[in-house]
């Protein structure tokens, strides 16, 4: 009798926590599928890391790209906060992210993913920040991973 209820709690309850998808997981998902885009020839340029701590909410990078390259980016967090991406010039200028109205927003699997993509029609200098939005209680410790994507006219 023990056994049988042994296999049925763990069939109930261990099996989902096995199967459930890790961050890493949802990003090798989003990776793989943004790569065999037949579509647009992807490559990616990489994944940017930041884990929420203490007041900084955000991180900031920055990159150059050149005339005529569209950028993609998905932002993955598993979060009951607002996460959020934008991209600005050196002059602060806001250029595109998660705030613009052709930007998409969806739940995979628990996680929340936000992607925007932009063509650049000169070369540029990308000022990228991205993280959660201030007033969520439980934003510390948020893992976020920002996958860049880019095409490049010929």
Not at 98 to 113: N, P, Q, V, Y
Request: aromatic share 12%; proline share 3%.
């Amino acid at each position: 009798m023990r056994i049988i209820l042994l296999l049925a709690l763990f069939c109930f309850v261990g099996i989902p926590a096995i199967c459930q998808p890790t961050l890493n997981d949802i990003h090798d998902r989003i990776k793989e599928n943004q790569l065999a885009d037949k579509e647009f020839n992807w490559k990616l340029f990489g994944t940017l890391n930041f884990e929420v701590a203490g007041t900084q909410n955000s991180g900031e990078f920055r990159l150059n790209v050149e005339k005529g390259t569209t950028v993609r980016m998905y932002l993955i967090s598993q979060t009951d906060c607002i996460p959020y991406f934008d991209v600005r010039d050196p002059q602060t200028r806001y250029v595109f992210g998660s705030s613009d109205r052709a930007s998409l927003e969806t739940d995979i699997e628990g996680f929340k993913a936000i992607t925007a993509l932009y063509t650049y029609e000169q070369n540029a200098s990308m000022n990228i920040r991205f993280g959660v939005r201030w007033g969520c209680p439980k934003m510390l410790r948020t893992k976020l991973k920002l996958l860049v994507f880019y095409n490049k006219d010929n």
